[in-house]
Every structure is written in C-alpha cells, then in structure tokens.
C-alpha cells in the first residue's frame, strides 16, 4: 500500500531549509511522502539527501497581478489532481490563499500556517475588505489553522476567518541544536573598551523598522563611538533605494550593510544584541528566536510576534514599536549595563527558547493534527465500505 503524501506550500527555499526542515524529515520518518512546492532556490541544494518530491511553481511574492494570482491558482490545483496529497500544508500568504483554494475545490484537508498580518490590514478600506475575504475563503474551510501568536488568533477569529479548528504554536520554533550558546564577546559602556556591537537580521523593509534602526544608529554612534551597527538580509526590489543610502551610512561608519549571508552564526558571535524593530506585528519573529537561543539578548518592540520571544528586562528589552526616542533609550540602557549582566540575559533568553520555543514542539503539533485527520479517513473508509 502506497505511503499517504503529504504537500507542503510555501514562498521561498529559506523558508524550507530555515523553518520547515526539521517537520519534512519528521513526516519521513513518520511514513508519509512529501511533495514540497515552492519556487527553486540555491537553499534546496542544502537538502539533496532529503527524499522528497518537488514541484516548482511561478509565485510574486509581493506582486498584485490577478493574472498571475490565478494561474498560481491553476497551477495548484492541477499539481494537487496529479499528486491526490492525503493532507495540504500551507506557509505565507499566497500558498495559503490559493492552495487552499484548490485544495477545497478537491476535496483535499488543508492545515494553514498564519505566520502574520504585517500590514497586509493597514491599507485603505477596498484594499483591506479585498485581502480579508480572500483569507475567509481561505480559511474558513481549513481542518486547523496553526496561528503563531495569539493576537492574530483572535484577529482571524473576530474577522470570522475561522469556522473550524485553530491551533496556537511557538511561531517556526527554533531549533535549539542549529543554533547552540556562542561564546559572549567581550564589550565595554559605548565610550571606552571593547566596542559592543548590534546587529539588525532581516530583510531590508520599511515594514520591518529599518528607518528606526538607523536612526537609532545615528544618534547612537554621535554618543558612543565604541559601538557598531551592521544589518544582514536582502534589501526587497520594491525598496531598491535602500541600496544607495546604506552604502552612505557605511561610508560615514554609521550602518554596515552585509548583505545576505548564507550563515549568520559568525555575526550573532560578535554581537552583543539582536535589535528587531518591526514596525508592525509578525507570525512570530525567527530571527529573535534564533538570537536569543545563541544566548544574545534582544531588542525589540510590543508588537505580536515580538513581544512573545523576550521577558523584558530579563532576557532582553522591549520598547514600544515605531518609537524611535524608546529605542535609543533602550539601547543606552543596554550599554549602561556591565557587560557579565548582558551575558546572563542571553543565558536565560536561551533557557526561554528550550522550554518554551523549540522546533520540536511545532513538529509535534503538525504529526498529532495528521494523525488526526488520517484517523478521521480511515473512519469515513469504513464507513463506506
């Protein structure tokens, strides 16, 4: 008898081998196929010896073409008639709208991943009114919905997104084991000593607080020169001109842009702290987890999806999101402390993210959610026969 397949949707390679990887070799090892559809990146070379089946659909991630949307559409639900999945899995917003589309349209259960609004609901009334009953017919047929923080649970749920089962989990998770402790450097208050340095890991985007970051970093570095402010990530072609004024601000020794790095772990090791300043909220912030389970201590604002991964004051900072003068207060606050204290937050930021944060905890949830459904099949089978 052939192995039930599982599909797994999503937008990016980063997002397969960053966040999802641990769940596929999980439904391996649990006796499932698993068909993974998303655009080819150089991150699948990374998983060569993972037994998948892939599928490599056309997605703009950011784009609001209807012509392109729909043959996305078309593409899902033709790759689902071929493959018959047993269960749909789907991540990011347009696999989640349009696979599940197609995969309702089939009769295919579908287990959603809400990994954030951002400021997707921000826009003018058509605009939000549009992108709201697209996720209602997304979600509202769903056998469970994953949400990764609860604020946007009970948004989804208020905006009657939700009619079935809905289910809260430690956004990606973290997998505690891919990023372990890393020695804390050593630093001083900002004016003398070790220079303390602050990282920003992310992608290049108004949305995710870069002006904040910046600014932060001017001021900041007119007081204390001992400091050092770099950013990682790719810098988004709808914001091209954010080329242009980093390279300015690396010139004048203000910001150094590093670009997109394949392997993060020697930047979190120089850092002092992880500073996110995502102006809106987030599913649930990776790259907070990832910084704070390396033992760094965090920065970052009261938004969802934020907030969630630091115990403010004990394993890190939080300040009120869009406000520039509380981020620089905050970070004086940080350089006032010695840096042995700074070095305790990250300790416990990492014993936050192994009792509270792990992978493991999602990949559970995933199996026991088929487990579920495939029990409710083979009950129907019975039935009918």
Request: glycine share 8%.
């Amino acid at each position: 008898m052939e192995k039930p397949l599982v599909a797994l949707l999503t937008n990016n390679d980063d997002d397969i081998y960053c966040f999802r990887k641990e769940l596929i070799e999980a439904l391996i090892a649990e006796g499932y196929r698993v068909l993974v559809s998303c655009p080819y990146g150089e991150k699948f070379e990374l998983m060569t010896e993972i037994p998948f089946l892939y599928d490599d659909p056309v997605i703009d991630r950011r784009g609001t073409n209807p012509v392109a949307d729909a043959k996305l559409l078309a593409h899902y639900r033709k790759l689902f008639a071929e493959y018959k999945p047993f269960a749909v899995l789907t991540y990011t917003a347009k696999p989640n709208v349009y696979g599940s589309l197609a995969a309702r349209s089939l009769g295919i259960p579908v287990i959603n991943n809400l990994t954030g609004f951002g400021s997707a609901l921000d826009g003018g009334k058509l605009k939000k009114g549009l992108i709201v009953r697209l996720f209602q017919a997304a979600y509202r047929g769903s056998a469970c919905i994953m949400f990764q923080n609860a604020v946007n649970m009970k948004l989804a749920k208020r905006l009657h997104m939700v009619k079935g089962k809905g289910r809260l989990i430690p956004g990606s998770g973290v997998d505690t084991n891919r990023f372990p402790v890393l020695p804390y450097p050593e630093g001083g208050d900002g004016k003398t000593g070790e220079t303390v340095v602050f990282n920003y890991v992310g992608r290049v985007l108004h949305d995710k607080g870069v002006d904040d970051y910046i600014e932060a970093a001017k001021r900041i570095r007119a007081k204390y020169p001992k400091t050092e402010f770099n950013m990682l990530g790719f810098i988004e072609p709808t914001e091209i001109h954010y080329e242009k004024d980093l390279e300015e601000l690396g010139k004048a020794d203000i910001v150094h842009y590093r670009g997109s790095q394949k392997d993060v772990h020697p930047f979190i090791e120089r850092a002092h702290a992880i500073i996110h300043p995502s102006t809106y909220g987030e599913g649930m912030s990776n790259v907070l987890l990832e910084n704070a389970s390396s033992g760094r201590p965090v920065i970052t604002t009261d938004n969802p999806g934020c907030r969630e991964t630091c115990k403010n004051n004990v394993s890190g900072f939080i300040y009120p999101g869009g406000n520039v003068d509380a981020l620089v207060e905050t970070i004086e606050r940080f350089l006032a402390l010695p840096n042995e204290a700074r070095k305790l937050m990250g300790l416990q930021g990492r014993e936050r993210m192994e009792k509270h944060f792990s992978r493991d905890i999602v990949v559970k949830a995933y199996l026991e959610e088929l487990e579920i459904l495939k029990k409710a099949q083979e009950e129907k089978e019975i039935a009918e026969f």
